[in-house]
C-alpha cells in the first residue's frame, strides 16, 4: 500500500507538435484520495522542465517545426486486473526520461539554429553596411562627374551664348524692316478682328431674335391645340346631345311599334270575331236554304194535293151530274163552292206562305251576298293589315338594326374620340412640359448667354487694355528701331562714300601702274593693291549683309542664360470662362529660336502676331462654342416638342 501512494501521480505529456496520430492512452482508474500528491509532483516536474528548457525568455523561437516523425507512444493496459501497477509505473518512467531526453535534444537544436540565425544576421549587416558605403562613394562620384559635366555645359553655353550675342547683333539689323511690317500687318488684323468679333456678337444677337421668335411660335401653336382642344369638347358635347336626342327618337319608335302592336292585335282580335260572325252567317243561311228547300218540297207536295183535289171535284162533278138531281147538284153545287172557298182559302194561304218563303229566300240570298261580299272585304282588309303589319314589322326590325348599326357606329365613334381626346391631352401634357422645359431652357440659355456675352465683353475690355499697353510698347521698340535704323542707314551711307572714294582711288592706282613697269614695281604694288582691297571686300560683303537684310537670317541655338529671357508669346487659357488674368494670359514656351549660321534662312514672325491671333481665335471659339450650344439645345427642344 505504500508503494501504490509513492508512486500514484499523473503522467505529464508534452504538448501535440504535429498533426499525425498519438498513441497514448489515458488511464482509466486513478485514485481519487492520491491527487494532491500528484499535482504537487506535476507542478514540481513542470517548473523543473520549464527551467531546463527555457532558462532564456529573451531568445529566438525556432523558425522550424520539429521532426514529424517524433511521436509519443504511451500504451496503458486498458484493465487493473491483468497488469501490475509497479510494472506499469517503470514504463512510465522510462517514457519520462525519453520525453526528457528528446526535450534536452531539441533545446540544444534550437541553440544552434538561433546561434547560426545570429551569426547570419551579423553577416547581413556588415554586408549591409559595405553596400551603403560603396553606395556613398557611388553617389559622391556621380555628384563629381555631375558638376563637371555642368562646368562643361556651362563653358560650352558661354561660348554659345557669346557666339549667339554675336548673331543677334547681326540678326537685330536684319528683322527691324521686317518687323515694322510685321507690326503694320498685326494692326490691320486686329482692326479686322475686332471687327469680327463684333459681327459675331450681333450675329449671336440675331441667333437670339430668332430663338425668340420660334419659342413665340410654339406659344401660338399651343394656343391653337388648345383651341383644337375646346372645338373637340364642344363636338364631344353636340355629339353627346345628338345621342341623347337619337335614344329619345328610338324610345319613341319603340312606343310607336308596342302600339301598332297593340292595335294589330286588336285587329286580328276583331278578324276572328268577323270570321266567327260569319261562320254564323253561313250556318244560318245554309240552314234558311235547307228551310226554303223543305217548304219548296212542302209547296209542290201542296200542289200535287191541288191538282189531285181538283180531279176528284171534277170526278164528284161528273158523278153528282150523273147520280143526283138538281137539288142534289145545287146542294152539292154549294157545298163544292163552299169547298172551293175554303180551297182557294187554303190556297191562298199556300201562295201567301210561298211568296213569304220566297221573300225570305231572297232576302237570305241577299244577306249572304252582303256577308260574303263583307267577308271578302274584311278578308281584304285583314290582308292589307297583314301586309302593312308585316311591313311595320320588316321597317321596325330595319329601324332596329339601323338603329343598332348607329348606336354601335356612335360608341365606337364615342370610343374612338374618347381615346383621341385621351390621347390629345396626354400630348396636350406633354407640350405644356416641353414647353416648360423649352421656356426653362430658352430663360437658361438667355441668361448663360448673357454671362458669356459680359465675360466676353469683360475679356475684350482687358484684352483691348492689354492690347493698347502691348501696341505702346511695340510703338516704343518700332521707334527705337526706326531710330536704329536710321542711324545704320547713315552708316551705310558713309561707307558707300568711301567705297566709291576707295573705288576711285584704284582706278587710278590702276591707271598709273598700267602706266609703270611691270619688272620694278610688281611687288610694290602687290602688296599696295592687297592692303587697299582687303578694305573694300570687307565693306562689300557688310553692304552685301545689309542688302539681304529682307530674305535672309541666321539662327544659333540658345544658351540656359538666354532662355530665361525668351518668353515673350501670350496665349489665351481655352478652358476659362471668367476675367481673371491668371486665366486669361499664359506664358507660353518662352525660347529664343535661334539656329546657327550654316542653317537655312527662316521667314521671322513677331510673337506679338502669333499672341494677338490665338487670342482673337481663342475668344471667337468661345463665341462661336456659345451659339452652337444654344443652337443644338434649341433644336433638342424642338425636336421633343415636335416628336
Known amino acids: 500500500m505504500e508503494r501504490d501512494q509513492r508512486f500514484s501521480f499523473k503522467l505529464l505529456v508534452p504538448p501535440r507538435v504535429n498533426n499525425g496520430p498519438i498513441s497514448a492512452v489515458q488511464p482509466q482508474e486513478i485514485v481519487e484520495d492520491r491527487g494532491n500528491f500528484m499535482k504537487a509532483f506535476y507542478s514540481e516536474c513542470f517548473d523543473k522542465e520549464k527551467n531546463i528548457l527555457f532558462p532564456n525568455t529573451n531568445m529566438v523561437a525556432p523558425t522550424k517545426p520539429p521532426k514529424q516523425g517524433i511521436c509519443v507512444s504511451l500504451c496503458y493496459l486498458t484493465t487493473p486486473n491483468n497488469c501490475n501497477p509497479g510494472q506499469l509505473y517503470s514504463k512510465l518512467f522510462d517514457e519520462v526520461e525519453k520525453i526528457k531526453c528528446w526535450k534536452v535534444k531539441v533545446y540544444s537544436d534550437t541553440v544552434e539554429k538561433e546561434r547560426r540565425l545570429q551569426d547570419n544576421k551579423r553577416t547581413i549587416e556588415t554586408q549591409r553596411k559595405a553596400i551603403q558605403e560603396l553606395q556613398f562613394g557611388n553617389e559622391s562620384l556621380s555628384i563629381k562627374l555631375e558638376e563637371q559635366i555642368s562646368e562643361n555645359e556651362e563653358l560650352r553655353n558661354k561660348n554659345n551664348s557669346t557666339w549667339n550675342l554675336c548673331n543677334i547683333l547681326k540678326e537685330t539689323f536684319d528683322s527691324s524692316v521686317e518687323k515694322i511690317h510685321l507690326f503694320e500687318a498685326e494692326r490691320e488684323e486686329t482692326h479686322h478682328l475686332l471687327t469680327e468679333n463684333n459681327e459675331s456678337v450681333k450675329k449671336m444677337i440675331a441667333a437670339f431674335e430668332i430663338l425668340r421668335v420660334r419659342v413665340e411660335t410654339d406659344q401660338q401653336e399651343m394656343q391653337k391645340v388648345k383651341e383644337d382642344l375646346l372645338q373637340f369638347d364642344h363636338l364631344q ?114 201562295a201567301i206562305k210561298g211568296v213569304e218563303w220566297y221573300l225570305l229566300s231572297s232576302l237570305v240570298y241577299f244577306q249572304n251576298k252582303m ?71 430658352k430663360e437658361a440659355t438667355e441668361l448663360k448667354c448673357q454671362h458669356k456675352i459680359g465675360d466676353m465683353v469683360t475679356l475684350m475690355e482687358k484684352h483691348k487694355s492689354q492690347y493698347d499697353r502691348m501696341v505702346q510698347e511695340k510703338d516704343a521698340e518700332l521707334e527705337e528701331k526706326k531710330k536704329n535704323e536710321m542711324e545704320a542707314t547713315a552708316r551705310e551711307k558713309s561707307l558707300e562714300l568711301d567705297l566709291s572714294k576707295h573705288k576711285s582711288e584704284n582706278e587710278r592706282l590702276k591707271k598709273e601702274l598700267k602706266a609703270e613697269t611691270r619688272e620694278k614695281v610688281y611687288p610694290t604694288l602687290n602688296q599696295f593693291i592687297s592692303e587697299d582691297m582687303k578694305t573694300p571686300r570687307s565693306l562689300t560683303n557688310h553692304i552685301a549683309g545689309t542688302t539681304k537684310i529682307k530674305s535672309y537670317r541666321i539662327r544659333t541655338p540658345p544658351s540656359e542664360q538666354s532662355a530665361q529671357w525668351g518668353k515673350s508669346a501670350i496665349e489665351l487659357d481655352p478652358k476659362s470662362d471668367s476675367s481673371d488674368q491668371n486665366d486669361l494670359l499664359v506664358n507660353s514656351q518662352c525660347k529664343l529660336h535661334i539656329l546657327k549660321k550654316n542653317q537655312s534662312p527662316l521667314i521671322h514672325k513677331s510673337p506679338g502676331n502669333s499672341l494677338k491671333l490665338a487670342a482673337m481665335k481663342r475668344m471667337r471659339d468661345a463665341g462661336w462654342t456659345a451659339v452652337t450650344g444654344c443652337d443644338k439645345k434649341k433644336k433638342k427642344t424642338n425636336e421633343k416638342i415636335f416628336a
Open 237 to 350: 358635347k353636340k355629339y353627346q346631345q345628338e345621342f341623347k336626342i337619337k335614344q329619345e327618337e328610338i324610345t319613341m319608335l319603340q312606343l310607336k311599334l308596342k302600339d301598332k302592336e297593340t292595335q294589330l292585335q286588336k285587329l286580328l282580335l276583331d278578324l276572328d270575331e268577323t270570321q266567327k260572325h260569319c261562320n254564323e252567317l253561313q250556318q244560318s243561311t245554309n240552314h234558311q236554304f235547307e228551310v226554303l228547300k223543305s217548304a219548296k218540297a212542302e209547296q209542290e207536295s201542296l200542289l200535287q194535293q191541288l191538282n189531285i183535289a181538283e180531279q176528284r171535284c171534277r170526278e164528284t162533278e161528273v158523278s153528282i151530274l150523273r147520280f143526283f138531281s138538281l137539288k142534289q147538284y145545287e146542294i152539292k153545287f154549294k157545298a163544292q163552292e163552299e169547298y172551293k172557298k175554303e180551297v182557294c182559302n187554303d190556297h191562298e194561304t199556300l
Open 371 to 441: 256577308l260574303k261580299k263583307q267577308m271578302a272585304q274584311e278578308i281584304a282588309k285583314s290582308s292589307d293589315l297583314e301586309t302593312t303589319i308585316n311591313s311595320l314589322q320588316n321597317e321596325s326590325q330595319n329601324l332596329k338594326q339601323l338603329k343598332g348599326e348607329e348606336h354601335e357606329k356612335l360608341l365606337k365613334a364615342l370610343e374612338s374620340k374618347s381615346t383621341f381626346a385621351a390621347e390629345l391631352e396626354k400630348e396636350v401634357q406633354k407640350l405644356r412640359i416641353t414647353a416648360a422645359e423649352a421656356i426653362k431652357n
